[in-house]
Nanobody
């Protein structure tokens, strides 16, 4: 019902920047809260960032606060994750996710209905 496709991952050096994109289709994009998650080898998936349907509210994991910025362009049905000052510990597969706004409280940060296929981000030292 909702298709999400991530892009923008790649291999970079520590201190570099990267911008991930998530293109959505199949539903009214502006009615969905959007999130970014990541999963490193041998570790569980973790929350990275989220943005409300209007873009007015944003949330960040402590590990990326001050370095990453989430944004959305509802006219383009796209969510972005700007990643600055990348560190080796940021290496992971990054996933885009969506859920209807108001379906779950913000505290339920892992409750998303739709997920993308993921894009690999590798940061070398």
């Amino acid at each position: 019902q909702v298709q999400l496709v991530e892009s923008g991952g790649g291999l970079v050096q520590a201190g570099d920047s990267l911008r991930l994109s998530c293109a959505a289709s199949g539903r009214t994009f502006s009615n969905y809260d959007m999130g970014w998650f990541r999963q490193a080898p041998g570790k569980e998936r973790e929350f990275v960032s989220a943005v409300s349907w209007s873009g007015a509210s944003t949330y960040y994991a402590d590990s990326v606060q001050g370095r990453f910025t989430i944004s959305r362009d509802n006219a383009k049905n796209t969510v972005y994750l700007q990643m600055n000052n990348l560190k080796p510990e940021d290496t992971a597969i990054y996933y885009c996710a969506a859920r209807p706004t108001g379906l779950y409280p913000a505290s339920m940060r892992y409750k998303y209905n739709y997920w993308g296929q993921g894009t690999q981000v590798t940061v070398s030292s």
